[in-house]
């Protein structure tokens, strides 16, 4: 505690004003003094704003090595991805089956709150697969237990009523809150049950244990996997398939259980931003799935189609045509859904009438319509009227998904889409079913207007919240010369004099998102635990109303705007608190059991460092020996070297050599790592990590 306060005192008063003063004179456009011309970028300054831009972060000497080699050679290679050997995350992405399900796998496998429900009502069968059914009889014992909570006449119950009011204002299919276990007795019973039934099963082969557990009594099973708490819950655990830990996860949570296949998506997405080799890859498919954003907490149908939407409609089209990645998004389940594109049913349609004779209310949704034009394509200033936004909304009706509660896939319903011609930015638009929509969504991408707004959002992420004129300009030329190629246009931008200038040069904010995934990066820290990096995303899981985490919640951007490039949003003294916190949390190994190996940092840094130019020989003889540099001193150096491509500032210097000078000396000589892990925490929560 005493190192966390300290830590706090030293960075606050230095990192908030000094990343609003290294990052103000960005948010405002004027040309710089003709009197004072900024000096150019070195080489290693160049290849450091490359990678700053085009990574999550450098990893040590990987600036060094793209200098030397160049950094054109470097992003003409991340242009190919599919080029680039990527054995290390494949294997770690093998821990979670669920990202090679499809959407209607998932439906089975991990079911929702709603499923559940309607077995426990008999309105749905229990799925065929025997070990899926076994763990659906567990939440199916976790929902009656809830139920029975809210016919309690107790305290409990008026909890749960409490928690009931919470879901009934949560948005539709939102995941019902998990049910802890009655009381501390059951609790208590539940742990020595579970410690009681380990014993013979993790005596079992690996390959017996969860077929073991599956054949135990419902009460029992519930119990186990409820129960059970490291380290016997590891022991059990050792060795079994990642598709074993899956079944324990669901068994373990509440009645729900998509929140499992939510987790292993969030956490494989901290695991490509730390480990992938393909990282232009990577930074470009965030940037797109912020771009056309989706939020798993509005149905719990989204999490179905999450991982298809980001494979499939983001991560394949990031770096190729943009009307192709447009077309994909728009024909993905997960974006018909979000923006409620499913539900909309042109006025005039066969099935409009057909509601309207049984008394149904229903009509056409304009929220895809609008969207598509205000923030995917032309933007806000783009030239069109809401009469644009009907017309386009009608365009698209028919565009929907086979019964999403399982996972169905899009599909084109003719007796929705609304008949005839539309009149839509000034030009007629023939009847012609779902090839209307396809028409139009190409014609969106090839319009001036989407090649400008798009070249500004990129430019705002990869250069300057207010991004050049000039350099927009340049990249709106490449788009329409290219036909809408997104390789071509980053070509243009990362060649353009605006991209290299020493105002654009370390001025961006680094994201929450970015900033854990560098910092993992930059201390080459290995990503045992996943998911506590994610955790460090989140808001607050505990409940209580002032705790928060960095405030970037993975594939849970609320609007679709999704989450802000520009450093205004991130620049505040209560998220910088949670990053200071988790710089302090990693240096000390209290994050999940990660830890960087800081001496193994400063020795590959002094093994790296090359010796200054001899001086001149001088006939003046001096008699004042230089005054060494101490070793703490060479060490943070070092440190400094290794977790910051650039130079840091005397001020930051200065108050990272003023708290290490309050600290014990005897302490760090019995334990000369913690003094380098303190060196590490400050170096990550100093104003120069913060920004790349």
């Known amino acids: 505690m005493r190192t966390r306060i300290a830590l706090l005192a030293f960075a606050l008063p230095l990192l908030l004003p000094a990343l609003r003063a290294q990052t103000a004179v960005h948010s405002r456009s004027r040309p710089a003094p003709q009197h004072a ?200 655990l050792a060795g079994t398939s990642p598709r074993d830990h899956e079944l324990w996860a669901l068994m373990a949570g509440g009645y729900g259980g998509n929140g499992v296949a939510a987790s292993e998506l969030e956490q494989a997405k901290v695991l490509r931003a730390v480990l992938s080799e393909r990282q232009l890859e990577e930074v470009m498919t965030d940037f797109w799935l912020n771009h056309f954003n989706i939020d798993l907490s509005k149905t719990g ?181 290219s036909n809408g190629n997104i390789a071509e246009v980053l070509r243009t931008m990362v060649h353009s004099p605006e991209f290299f200038s020493r105002a654009n040069f370390r001025n961006k904010v680094k994201t929450p998102l970015e900033f854990v995934a560098s910092a993992m990066r930059a201390t080459n820290t290995d990503p045992a635990n996943p998911g506590a990096l994610v955790g460090q995303l989140q808001p607050g899981q505990d409940g209580r109303a002032h705790h928060r985490a960095m405030g970037e919640p993975l594939y849970r951007g609320q609007p679709p705007t999704g989450y802000p490039h520009t450093g205004e949003h991130w620049r505040n003294s209560a998220a910088l608190v949670d990053r200071l916190n988790f710089a302090l949390a990693l240096a000390q190994g209290k994050l999940g059991g990660m830890r960087p190996d800081t001496p193994l940092l400063v020795a590959t840094g002094l093994l790296a460092r090359t010796p200054p130019p001899a001086a001149p020989r001088s006939h003046t003889v001096s008699l004042a020996a230089p005054e060494p540099e101490s070793g703490q001193a060479q060490a943070l150096l070092l440190l400094e070297q290794a977790l910051i491509p650039g130079e840091v500032s005397s001020q930051t210097n200065a108050v990272i050599r003023a708290q290490l000078a309050q600290r014990n000396p005897e302490a760090d000589a019995q334990d000369p790592a913690g003094e380098l892990n303190a060196m590490a925490a400050m170096i990550l929560g100093s104003p120069e990590f913060q920004l790349h």
Do not use: C
């Open 37 to 236: 011309p900024a000096a150019a970028l070195s080489a290693d300054e160049q290849a450091a704003q490359v990678i700053d831009r085009f990574t999550f972060g450098a990893t040590p000497g990987l600036v060094r090595t793209v200098a030397n080699e160049g950094w054109e050679q470097w992003f003409a290679q991340q242009l190919q991805p599919g080029q680039i050997a990527d054995p290390a995350l494949a294997k770690r992405l093998g821990n979670y089956p669920s990202l090679a399900m499809s959407p209607a796998e998932l439906a089975v496998n991990f079911p929702d709150g709603q499923v559940i429900r309607r077995i426990a009502e008999g309105k749905q069968s229990l799925p065929a697969d025997p070990q899926v059914a076994a763990v659906y009889q567990v939440l199916l014992a976790r929902y009656a237990e809830k139920q029975a909570k809210d016919q309690a006449p107790d305290q409990t119950k008026d909890q749960t009523k409490d928690q009931s009011k919470d879901q009934a204002n949560a948005p539709a299919g939102a995941k019902p809150p998990e049910i802890p276990a009655d009381r501390p007795a059951d609790r208590k019973a539940d742990q020595a049950r579970a410690a009681a039934l380990s014993g013979a099963i993790a005596a079992l082969p690996a390959p017996q244990r969860m077929t073991a557990v599956l054949a135990l009594p419902v009460p029992d099973r519930a119990a186990l996997t409820r129960g059970l708490a490291d380290p016997l819950k590891a022991q059990l």
């Open 301 to 481: 149908d989204e999490v179905d189609y999450a991982n298809q939407y980001e494979a499939d409609a983001i991560r394949s089209h990031a770096l190729g045509s943009f009307a192709d990645l447009l077309l994909a998004t728009a024909h993905s389940p997960a974006m018909m859904i979000y923006l409620d594109n499913l539900a909309s049913i042109g006025p005039d349609s066969p099935a409009a009438e057909r509601q309207r004779r049984n008394g149904a209310h229903g009509g056409l949704n304009e929220n895809y319509g609008r969207e598509v034009m205000e923030l995917h394509t032309l933007g806000v200033d783009g030239g069109y009227t809401q009469a644009d936004v009907t017309a386009l909304a009608n365009i698209l009706t028919g565009w929907g998904v086979d019964k999403p509660q399982t996972g169905g896939p899009f599909v084109f319903d003719p007796r929705r889409h609304e008949p005839g011609p539309k009149q839509w930015l000034g030009h007629t638009v023939a009847e012609n079913g779902e090839q209307e929509g396809i028409d139009a969504l190409r014609y969106l991408a090839a319009q001036p207007a989407t090649a400008r707004h798009i070249s500004f959002a990129l430019a705002q992420r990869f250069v300057a919240d207010t991004p050049p004129p000039a350099l927009v300009d340049r990249m709106t030329a490449a788009w329409m010369a």
